[in-house]
């Protein structure tokens, strides 16, 4: 299974598929899912409490990767995406999934019928790990996240993911907020290494040093697929501090 | 309190009538015919008085119950012990919702892959079972034997890449 620039990809009604572009911090992950409208669409965590169905390809310019499961195992995990899709598109709200940073509290927050049960403490999911948690749900495990550890550079992630639940307009109280600063670890699960997971499973979850180092190359994969333009430099200065974005949520 | 005439041939129950002094009557009623009829009201939690009336309310819901349970094991069961069922996307969602709803509303307990014989079984619709039943599989009754039957049940049936199929469940 290899990733290919979304533009050029001919997904099939089976295929179900992790849709990588770039966010408003790092990358942005989700599924693109065959759904009644005849289509695939993008089924993300956008950001706190924004679990988004729209079009796929998205806006942004991205590459996807089909999961390598067997039929079974996509057609479980296309159901269990139905289940949450319908729920977006009901707007229940049981599918308000707040954002949260802490890895190991998630596991088994998806019910099968698609309802957001979260775990006792103030925890939500990242874009990457509501990817990696919907296949955890239905048995196929991508990541072994216990074999995570921290990075330097994500004490930076972490400090703008706080700035930007702390605008107004995120919908994220204090206590969450401060529950988030208070309960990272050090320890976060990257979008491309959720993809690059799904790239090498056959069969068993990954480690991190694997995803990793072909995390990396998948980051080269989206840059070559979609080129970044040069902004002038006062542009670049005014994007010092990223403000929140209803559609790509950091991750 | 209704009554019905006749004893149902799938889930029936004693319907009690009578006064304040003692049940006068016994019949059978029709569950069917029953939960069309009573009121809401009627599905209340078991009694914490002694009354007939609640007694019987209790004894209907306790009854239906159980014919939930048996309705939604019999809706996953009929596919997964069909060999020659198609495994499309309508048969997945169909044992999905089934095994869904049967944990939802009566619990993982209440949810039987026991005893499975692989010959008999639908190997990779057995999968899918257990694939929407994976998050309740330590309470879910014969949970990690029909993973077995369902890997005998594949090699019955040639299947080309069981350990691909059974990933993540063994």
């Known amino acids: ?251 | 309190m209704l009554l019905a005439q006749q004893q149902s041939d799938t889930v029936g129950i004693p319907v009690f009538h009578g006064g304040s002094n003692g049940f006068g009557l016994v019949e059978w009623c029709d569950l069917d015919r029953f939960a069309a009829v009573v009121p809401v009201g009627w599905f209340v939690s078991p009694p914490t008085t002694p009354s007939f009336s609640s007694g019987a309310a209790w004894a209907v819901q306790e009854a239906l119950k159980t014919k939930t349970v048996f309705a939604l094991t019999a809706s996953w069961k009929r596919l997964v012990l069909d060999r020659k069922a198609p495994v499309d996307f309508p048969h997945v969602s169909t044992i999905f919702d089934s095994v869904l709803r049967l944990i939802q509303t009566s619990g993982p307990g209440q949810m039987n892959m026991a005893n499975l014989d692989a010959a008999e079984v639908n190997g990779e619709l057995l999968v899918s079972a257990l694939r929407a039943s994976f998050r309740w599989r330590a309470e879910v009754i014969g949970w990690g034997d029909a993973v077995s039957v369902a890997r005998k049940a594949l090699e019955m049936a040639n299947h080309k890449d069981i350990d691909l199929c059974l990933a993540g469940l063994e």
Not at chain 1, 128 to 147: D, I, K, Y
Not at chain 1, 183 to 189: A, H, L, P, V
Not at chain 1, 220 to 225: F, G, I, N, Q, S
């Open chain 1, 1 to 251: 299974m290899a990733f290919e620039c979304s533009a050029d990809a001919k997904l099939q009604p089976d295929d179900v598929a992790l849709v990588l572009h770039r966010g408003d911090i790092g990358r942005h992950i989700g599924f693109a899912v065959f759904t009644l409208k005849g289509t695939h669409q993008f089924l993300h965590l956008a950001w706190h409490k924004q679990v988004r169905l729209g079009d796929f390809p998205p806006e942004k310019c991205s590459i996807v990767g089909r999961l390598p499961f067997d039929r079974v195992g996509l057609m479980s995990l296309k159901k269990a995406l139905w289940n949450i899709g319908k729920k977006v598109s009901n707007k229940a709200a049981a599918i308000e999934i707040p954002y949260g940073v802490n890895i190991d509290p998630i596991k088994g927050s998806f019910k099968k019928d698609g309802a957001y049960h979260p775990p006792a403490v103030k925890d939500g999911l990242t874009c990457a790990t509501f990817v990696s948690e919907l296949c955890r749900g239905v048995g196929l495990p991508l990541l072994s996240e216990g074999s995570w550890t921290a990075r330097a550079e994500d004490a930076d992630w972490i400090e703008q993911i706080c700035v930007m639940l702390a605008d107004p307009r995120s919908g994220a109280d204090e206590g969450h907020i401060a529950h988030v600063r208070a309960s990272f670890d050090g320890i976060r699960i990257r979008p491309e290494e959720v993809a690059a997971a799904a790239v090498l499973w056959k069969g068993k979850p990954i480690d991190m040093g694997p995803a990793e180092t072909d995390g990396k190359a998948l980051v080269a994969k989206l840059d070559e697929c979609c080129p970044v333009e040069a902004k002038p430099v006062a542009e670049q200065q005014a994007e010092q501090v990223p403000e929140p974005s209803a559609e790509q949520a950091p991750a």
